[in-house]
């Protein structure tokens, strides 16, 4: 992890995603960076993890395509709750025209180390919200 040295961070990523491949290349990768990761398999415990702990979470990361709670849905639910959650999108399909639309960051998977670190570090870094779709 040499090359993503300038992406290191100590902040609590809440990271939800059912699939258990991905969960564990994301946590190690996060965790290796740094960061505190609070885990979620799908959009209900993403949102109950994030009622939990709030004031200590800095960014969040999920799926859009997930069980019982899709991710478009926890990102409602955690904007009605907290406007300025920093929130990251990844998918397993193309998301560039969600991107547009709800001028959200979204990765499509699989994504490369080097992704992760550096667009999570510029959301942690970005001084105004993005507005809640």
């Known amino acids: 992890m040499h090359n993503l040295a300038p992406y290191r961070g100590n902040e609590t990523i809440l990271l ?20 505190n990761v609070l885990a979620a398999a799908n959009g209900a415990e993403a949102v109950d993890l994030f009622i939990q702990h709030k004031e200590m979470i800095n960014a969040i990361i999920l799926d859009i395509m997930m069980p019982i709670k899709d991710g ?5 639910e955690i904007k009605e709750l907290q406007p300025d959650a920093k929130i990251i999108f990844i998918s397993g399909f ?5 991107e547009k639309i709800a001028n959200v ?16 570090r510029e959301t942690l870094d970005e001084y105004s919200s993005v507005p809640a779709v």
């Open 94 to 98: 193309n998301c560039h025209s969600l």
């Open 16 to 35: 939800a995603d059912d699939d258990p491949d991905v969960m564990s290349f994301m946590t190690h990768l996060l965790d290796g960076l740094g960061y």
């Open 72 to 76: 478009i849905e926890t990102h409602k």
């Open 105 to 120: 960051r979204c990765l499509t998977k699989p994504c490369q180390p080097l992704t992760i670190a550096k667009s999570l």
